[in-house]
């Protein structure tokens, strides 16, 4: 058996394990829509995916006041917590986790998501008990600053060289690099494939099944 180049793999959630991408965008549009702001195009609300909220929102709606960023925020989870015990992960996640853990590697979780948004996934996807450590947007520094990577490895005593950072976005693999990590893309979430190739990840992979492969056999 080939010696492990990593211990601590961390993973972003939205668009990465779970299935809310779609869900995400239409509930950025919505929620400026409601203001009577410019609805931002597709591609301009997939893109904020990954920063903290206030940080997201300012993006998508760069005219609004910023004393009424509350008052977006707040459509913002109207809109997505009337449809977030909708969203499911994505197929074979639950597979992938589980035998990353029977491996024994550390696992963890870095977020754009609220501590209490992500208190309330874990719960409901089951997946709480697989991971070791996780960090959220509400927390820390927003991605793509190191910190929740930092934050993360010195919580379990792992070495940022030896850590892998997987994601979706350029934000998840722009932290790996001001971290001092290492990042894999998947391809099939927020960002696309030519914006993810500026960062040079390890690996792009197309769906759970080819990640948790390429994990087992170079992780």
């Known amino acids: 058996m080939p ?26 549009q919505a929620s400026c829509a409601d203001l009577g702001l410019p609805v931002p195009e597709e591609s301009v609300a997939s893109h904020v995916i990954g920063f903290g909220l206030e ?12 004393k009424d960023y509350r008052k977006l925020a707040e459509r913002y989870r109207f809109h997505y917590l009337s449809q977030d015990h909708q969203l499911e992960l994505f197929p074979g996640v639950m597979d992938m986790l589980g035998a990353l853990r029977g491996d024994g590697y550390l696992l963890a979780v870095a977020t754009g998501k609220s501590r209490r948004g992500l208190d309330r996934a874990l719960d409901a996807s089951g997946l709480r008990p697989l991971f070791d450590v996780t960090r959220c947007a509400d927390e820390t520094f927003s991605k793509p ?24 976005t ?26 993810l190739a500026t960062l040079s990840p390890l690996f792009f992979a197309d769906s759970v099944p080819q990640l948790q492969g390429w994990l087992a056999a170079h992780g």
């Open 3 to 28: 010696q492990q180049q990593f211990d601590l793999m961390v993973f972003d959630w939205d668009g990465t394990l779970m299935d809310s991408t779609s869900a995400i965008t239409r509930c950025i």
């Open 55 to 66: 940080d997201a929102l300012k993006l998508a709606a760069p005219t609004l006041d910023p």
């Open 145 to 168: 600053h190191p910190a929740m990577l930092q934050e993360i490895s010195d919580a379990l005593g792992a070495r940022l060289a030896r850590t892998v950072m997987i994601g979706d």
């Open 170 to 195: 350029t934000h998840d693999l722009q932290m790996a690099v001001n971290a001092g990590a290492q990042g894999v893309a998947v391809t099939y979430g927020a960002h696309p494939r030519t914006q």
